[in-house]
């Protein structure tokens, strides 16, 4: 009869705990950093239940994680840069816009920033804007845009 000798229960659970540790950080933030240290404590369990000396779990879980890091490092600015450029309205304040469905006064209309369609209202405004006036974005107030006529 075959047996398995899981007597490292201890090794085991310490590296579940930093995979539930890792998990958890990264959750909790928008950097994508310690997935990695989750993926090299799952290796580094399956190690530990094959009673492989702590030494060589640690060496392979230092080595794994830098390795990971050092290799995502490019692709993960890169996705970080382009949410950073494109996620933030605020940024917008102050550009040319142009009406491309009539803003009425006190109501909502749309505008065109940037290759994408607002809502967008012009509340200092006593009369309606017309389509095709450029205008300026003064002011992001949840997701519409306060524009004044240029």
Known sequence: MFLINFQ???NIIMWLVVVVIAVLVEISTYQVVS?????SGLVTMILASFNC????QIIVFVVLSVTLLVLSRPLVKKI?????????VESMIGEEVVVTKIIKAGEVGEIKARYD????IAP?????????TV???KEIRGNKVIV???
């Open 8 to 10: 490292p229960w201890g």
């Open 35 to 39: 997935v990695w240290f989750a993926a």
């Open 53 to 56: 000396p702590i030494e060589i």
């Open 80 to 88: 970080q840069r382009k949410k950073s450029d494109n996620s933030t």
């Open 117 to 120: 369609y607002y809502s967008a």
């Open 124 to 132: 200092l405004e006593t009369q309606d804007v017309p389509v095709n």
């Open 135 to 137: 205008c300026i974005i």
């Open 148 to 150: 004044e006529i240029k």
